[in-house]
């Protein structure tokens, strides 16, 4: 079955970078559009950035551009969030998620989600 797995979450202080890293499995990897999103308590999950099937046309929210880059290997069916100058805003249960929607408008795999944790 499809099946999304994110990993590299953790606790950094303010400034600090990680790495999320999200192996998919299940399906042709290199079809699908790759997206992060990020849920904070008692925020509703929003979009964070996403990325077409070649590594393209990457887009991003407002508030990540210049931190935040998103990659992906399709030999590897692995999508990766880099992100730098971390603050606690940022803090959050970060999701990917694939679909087949180029404009970024819809997904239909998730994964389970990673912590990220910023603090000041």
């Known amino acids: 079955q499809k099946q999304l797995v994110e990993s590299g979450g953790g606790l950094v202080q303010a400034g600090g970078s990680l790495r999320l890293s999200c192996a998919a499995s299940?399906?042709?990897?290199?079809?699908?559009?790759m997206g992060w999103f990020r849920q904070a308590p008692g925020k509703e999950r929003e979009f964070v950035t996403a990325?077409?099937?070649?590594?393209?046309?990457?887009y991003y929210l407002e508030s990540v551009k210049g931190r935040f880059t998103i990659s992906r290997d399709n030999a590897k069916n692995t999508v990766y969030l880099q992100m730098n100058s971390l603050k606690p805003d940022d803090t959050a249960v970060y999701y990917c998620?694939?679909?087949?929607?180029?404009?970024?408008?819809?997904?239909?795999?998730w994964g389970q989600g990673t912590q990220v944790t910023v603090s000041s």
């Open positions: 998620a694939a679909g087949l929607d180029d404009g970024y408008r819809r997904f239909d795999y």
């Open positions: 990325i077409n099937w070649s590594g393209n046309n990457p």
């Open positions: 299940g399906y042709t990897f290199s079809y699908y559009v």
